[in-house]
């Protein structure tokens, strides 16, 4: 027999520019599917909503974002063997530049950042 990968995909409910509330919308998601999944991948820029804007420039707006990943791998911190990836929209400033991005997390720990590499800059689009 074959091994099964079960993912989740979950919309949470977004509320633009508040990250503790996605957050919370994050986490309630992860509560209800994580012992019945072994993925769930939440929409791009999860934590803050896509429709952003001027807001991804905003320092208030990123520290948060920061403190948000770390209660996102607390509530991850399951202990179990097959514990289920938690994967998160975010953006992320590095060196300066904020960057649409993509964490991978498990077990409390962040297994990896992944940046998008494809950038549209047409209609609603504008990264």
Known sequence: MKELLRVACVSPRVHIGNVKENAKEIISCYEKYKTTSDVIVTPE?????????????????LENVKKAL??????????????PVLLVGLPLEVEGEVFNCAAAICNGEILGIIPKTYLPNYGEFYE
Not at 45 to 61: A, E, I, P, V
């Open 70 to 83: 770390v209660e996102l791998c607390d509530v991850t911190k399951l202990g179990w063997e097959s514990a």
């Open 45 to 61: 820029l999860s934590l803050t909503g896509y429709t952003c804007g001027d807001l991804f420039s905003n320092r208030f707006l």
